[in-house]
């Protein structure tokens, strides 16, 4: 089953959280608590949305979103910021069940885009998304400021590199 989070699910999309970045080969870089996932999903002025998946009455799976805007299209769009479905239910079709209940709240609110960034080395879900009709936007490069870089151009400066 796959259903909005509720502020109950927040101890267990944490785990989650950490699940995932040991996946992703960075298991100590999680900085984010309860109290911060609980305030960005359900807080006075929500900043992200979240959906889970389910299964025995246990969350095993989340996609964590929020909403985006192209300046191109004129609309909004979805960006995935995060999907995950514990290894031991994989296999159930439950990544599949979050990306197409994402892939509904596009269409019902008329998104121009659902987008998303997957790890270059991470071959299975590249071949996951593609056989859903997902495209690589290769020619585009992320950029990133943050850490003393960010403090250092929030106030006005640089840092050279």
Known sequence: ???????ADVPVLLELVHE?????????AVEATEAMLRDALFGPAPL????????DEQVVGFALWYVTFSTWKGRA????????VRPAARGRGLGKALLTALAGVCVERNYARFEWWVLDWNDSAIGFYRSLGAVAQDEWTTMRVDGEALRALGAGGTIAP
């Open 1 to 7: 089953m796959i259903r909005p989070a509720a502020p």
């Open 20 to 28: 995932l970045a040991a996946y992703e080969r960075e298991p100590d």
């Open 48 to 55: 992200a949305s979240c959906h889970v998946a389910v299964v």
């Open 77 to 84: 769009g979805l960006w995935l910021e995060d999907l995950f």
